[in-house]
């Protein structure tokens, strides 16, 4: 079955430092990989996803990540982080959709927790 | 650009009470969702649809129920409400599976 494993709960760090989330995932095919940000009390936005080709893509507000087959993973980066960034940020993937069964189109990580010491 | 909209967004339930939550997407979405999120556990989807009038259960379906009667909306259901139905609730929607979904603004939960 699909998964995704975001082994970090909370990560904090100092703003202005750069950052790293980690998100591995299990799936048999060429995945489709997406993350989210969810800011407190908002809903969940699409920072970036990767279909195919560059496995480097660029999402928004100065978000990048990975893709590694070899590694079964896509770690989001970012060179700088603001305090703003401070949010919670989900990794998912798009799952083969079979229609009937219980896991719909997108799974999630259950979500990494960044705090920004100033 | 409304995207997906979600009403209520808060609410409080006794126990046994019922209520609708709705949702409703303005991109012309064929699949559309409903999760629920609690602290440590992520997203979990309750229920999906693939379209107009088509409704399936997801990973955690139990005491709730869904319609799909317009494509435009899809309304979540509480029959009987338990302190157990405490969460946020997120309505999302996408143009395909495999695709991006577009999330609501959410509906914070409370049964007492």
């Known amino acids: 079955a699909q998964s995704v494993t975001q082994p970090d709960i909370h990560i904090t760090v100092s703003e202005g430092a750069s950052l790293e989330l980690r998100c591995n995932y299990s799936?048999?095919?060429?995945?489709?990989l997406f993350w989210y940000v969810q800011s407190p009390g908002q809903g969940l936005q699409l920072l970036l996803k990767y279909f195919s080709g560059d496995t480097l893509v660029q999402g928004i507000k100065g978000f990048e990540a990975e893709f590694k087959r070899s590694q079964s993973s896509f770690n989001l980066r970012k060179p700088s982080v603001h305090w703003s960034d401070a949010a919670e940020y989900f990794c998912a993937v798009g799952a083969v959709f079979n229609y009937g069964g219980s896991q719909g189109n997108l799974i999630f990580g259950k979500g990494t927790k960044l705090s920004v010491k100033p | 650009n409304a995207g997906v909209t979600q009403t209520p967004k808060f609410r409080v339930l006794k126990t046994g009470q019922s209520m609708t939550l709705l949702c409703a997407q303005d991109?012309?979405?064929?699949?559309m969702y409903w999760y629920r999120q609690d602290p440590g556990m992520g997203l979990r989807l309750i229920h999906y649809?693939?379209?107009?009038?088509?409704?399936a259960k997801g990973e955690v379906p139990d005491g709730y129920n869904v319609s799909r009667l317009k494509k435009q909306n899809f309304l979540l259901g509480l029959e009987s409400a338990a302190p157990s139905q405490t969460s946020v609730y997120f309505c999302a929607s996408s143009w395909e599976s495999n695709t991006e979904a577009f999330f609501g603004q959410g509906t914070r939960l409370t049964v007492v």
């Open positions: 991109m012309n979405h064929e699949y």
């Open positions: 649809s693939v379209g107009e009038g088509t409704t």
């Open positions: 799936y048999g095919a060429t995945p489709y």
